[in-house]
Each structure stands twice: as C-alpha cells, then as structure tokens.
C-alpha cells in the first residue's frame, strides 16, 4: 500500500509539472523563438516564398528536439497573437501595421544576434 501512494504521488507531481516545463524556456528557446516570431510575421506580410520560409523557420530552431520546437513555435505565435490582441478580423491595416512595425523592429534585425536577455517573473 506504502508502494502505491508514492507511485500515485509521484505520478501526480510529474502531471502537475509537464505545464510548468512546458513554460520554461532557455536562453536559446527565447532567442529562436523571438527569431521564429519575426519569421511568422515576416511570412503573415508575404515577405516569403516557402523556400524562403522553410529556410528560415529551419535557421531559428536550428537544431533542436522536436518538443523544443513545438513550444518554440507555440511561444511564437505567442508573440504575433499578442501583436494582434485586440484587432478585429476586418481591420486589416491596423494588423498589418502591428506586424511591419514589428517586422522593422530590433528584434527582427535579420542577421543579428541579441547579447544578452534579462526575463523578470
């Protein structure tokens, strides 16, 4: 009985945890993913053809696992749904103007590289 009360509590603390490791990103996950974001927006704009997107998306995430990847992506479009929050579906040029200003932005300066990252929670 004593066995099955720590596998269950482990089993429950191992659930409880898969969110938090899912929102737990490094260094280099925030960076493709800042990376990956601008390549959405860059793509949402129609800047890219596929095989320049491909090219691309495949530069951001490098090479990482494909779970990495899947909440890089996640945490991407994160980052466009948060440029979008509040835009009504028919107001076109409000979005479009929110993705070319972030599009333009530092943080998508194709080809450079941010030294450092400070997160606060």
Same mark, same amino acid.
């Not at 509590?9 to 960076?31: D, K, N, R």
């Not at 959405?40 to 696992?65: C, H, K, M, P």
């Not at 409000?94 to 080809?111: D, V």
């Given at each position: 009985?004593?066995?099955?009360?720590? $596998?269950?509590?482990?089993?429950? &603390?191992?659930?409880?945890s898969?969110? #938090?490791? +899912? %929102?737990?990103?490094?260094?280099?996950? @925030?960076?493709?993913?800042?990376?990956?974001?601008?390549?959405?927006a860059?793509?949402?704009?129609?800047?890219?053809?596929?095989?320049?997107?491909?090219?691309?998306?495949?530069?951001? $995430?490098?090479?990482?696992?494909? &779970?990495?990847?899947?909440?890089?992506? #996640?945490? +991407? %479009?994160?980052?466009?749904?948060g440029? @979008?929050?509040?835009?009504?579906?028919?107001?076109?040029?409000?979005?479009?103007?929110?993705?070319?200003?972030?599009?333009?932005?530092?943080?998508?300066?194709?080809?450079?590289?941010? $030294?450092?990252?400070?997160?606060?929670?």
């Amino acid at each position: 009985m004593k066995l099955h009360n720590v $596998v269950f509590s482990a089993l429950v &603390a191992a659930i409880v945890s898969l969110p #938090a490791q +899912a %929102l737990t990103l490094s260094s280099v996950e @925030l960076s493709a993913a800042e990376h990956l974001g601008c390549v959405l927006a860059d793509d949402a704009l129609g800047y890219l053809n596929e095989e320049q997107f491909n090219a691309r998306f495949d530069e951001a $995430v490098g090479d990482l696992s494909d &779970a990495q990847v899947d909440v890089i992506y #996640a945490k +991407a %479009l994160g980052y466009i749904d948060g440029l @979008l929050f509040g835009v009504s579906s028919g107001d076109r040029d409000i979005a479009h103007s929110r993705l070319e200003s972030f599009s333009n932005s530092e943080t998508c300066a194709y080809g450079t590289q941010a $030294v450092s990252r400070t997160v606060s929670l």
